[in-house]
Nanobody, 118 residues
Framework: QAQLVESGGGLVQSGGSLRLSCKAP???????????ISWYRQAPGKQRELVAS???????AYADAVKGRFTIIRDNSRKTVYLQMNSLNADDTGVYYC?????????WGQGTQVTVSG
């Protein structure tokens, strides 16, 4: 079983919303909590790019393209990080990946596809 499991992707119309989840089923809480959790995305033919991140102190950061539309939320009790995505447009289409990182480890999930139509 993977360290990180993403879910919540799908097909949505332009202007719609999705909420992605990144869960760490194999990590104990003391391992999960210190990690910075990030969401990346990769559109067809493009490089993977950072979308949003949240540190262990809950400091958040966003790519300019998603500021004001996306919100990253951390729930340590569930070992889960969510990415709430609103006002989606075609440029948000891609595979979204979760990353968990600290000084010693760097884990990736398998990705979840988000497709925005219209």
């Amino acid at each position: 079983q993977a360290q990180l499991v993403e879910s919540g992707g799908g097909l949505v119309q332009s202007g719609g919303s999705l909420r992605l989840s990144c869960k760490a089923p194999r990590m104990i809480t003391s391992v999960f909590n210190p990690k910075t959790i990030s969401w990346y995305r990769q559109a067809p033919g493009k490089q993977r790019e950072l979308v949003a991140s949240v540190t262990s102190e809950r400091i958040t950061a966003y790519a300019d393209a998603v500021k004001g539309r996306f919100t990253i939320i951390r729930d340590n009790s569930r070992k889960t990080v969510y990415l709430q995505m609103n006002s989606l447009n075609a440029d948000d289409t891609g595979v979204y990946y979760c990353n968990a990182k600290d000084g010693a480890t760097d884990y990736w999930g398998q990705g979840t596809q988000v497709t925005v139509s219209g």
